[in-house]
């Protein structure tokens, strides 16, 4: 079966560069959810997009914004990038429905800030 | 907002032997709790969750239970395998905003679990 797909795997940019993440959802998922783990920490939720509008934020820096586009896709646009901001970003789908809740997760984007 | 706790951070067991891994949240309209699985660099995965309405799922070797008066949900692995070794991470989501399907997960701090052969 079709997972979700982020690409891309890995990633390494200078301090102050900008990144681009993109995040492609298991077929006919509607809603994407983006979620940063730093090491040896719990993933932690950055921002949600149902029907190509954003649709609960939480803890995303200003630096960072995010869309979902037509197709359903999602990119994830880091700037002014700090060291801190190096961690697995993860994307999850889910559909809405009856199992609106259950959220599939990709195989993340490693990014280190040098 | 929604806080979740996890207990313990680690957790040694021989293999065949049980293991518990207990989480509490603070929201009671909290009514979605998966179990995710994440071995290290990999993604979460979910290995088994539950709604509200329910106090009991089992598959296979993997049970969850569900006590909403208290607040808290707990993972049951029986006949523990080498395999099995790898970070676990309770979660728990509450209603929805605006109508809209979102659900965020909020993370309990994840429980090491090492199944010694």
């Known amino acids: 079966a079709a997972g979700v797909i982020q690409s891309p795997r890995h990633l390494i940019k200078e301090k102050r560069e900008t990144a681009t993440l993109k995040c492609y959802p298991i077929?006919?998922?509607?809603?994407v959810y983006w979620y940063q783990q730093g090491p040896g920490q719990d993933p932690q939720f950055l921002i949600s997009?149902?029907?190509?509008?954003?649709?609960d934020k939480g803890s995303i820096p200003d630096r960072f914004s995010a869309q979902q586009f037509s197709d359903y896709h999602s990119e994830l646009n880091m700037s002014s990038l700090e060291l801190g901001d190096s961690a697995l970003y993860f994307c999850?789908?889910?559909?809405?429905?009856?199992?609106?809740?259950?959220?599939?997760f990709g195989p993340g984007t490693r990014l280190l800030v040098l | 907002g929604e806080n979740v706790e996890q207990h313990p951070s680690t957790l040694s067991v021989q293999e065949g032997d049980s293991a518990v891994i207990k989480c509490t949240y603070s929201?009671?309209?909290?009514?979605?709790f998966p179990w995710y699985k994440q071995e290290l660099g990999k993604r979460p995965q979910l290995i088994i969750d539950?709604?509200?309405?329910?106090g009991e799922k089992k598959d296979q070797r993997i049970a969850v239970t569900l006590n909403k008066t208290a607040k808290h949900f707990s993972l049951h692995i029986t006949e523990t395998q080498p395999e099995d070794s790898a970070v676990y991470f309770c979660?728990?989501?509450?209603?929805?905003?605006?109508?809209?399907?979102?659900?965020?997960?909020?993370f309990g701090t994840g429980t090491l679990l090492a199944v010694q052969p």
């Open positions: 539950i709604r509200s309405n329910v």
């Open positions: 077929p006919r998922h509607d809603t």
């Open positions: 999850a789908s889910s559909l809405a429905g009856a199992r609106k809740e259950t959220q599939y």
């Open positions: 979660a728990a989501s509450g209603a929805f905003l605006h109508g809209g399907a979102t659900n965020k997960l909020i």
């Open positions: 929201d009671s309209a909290s009514n979605y």
């Open positions: 997009f149902y029907e190509k509008m954003q649709s």
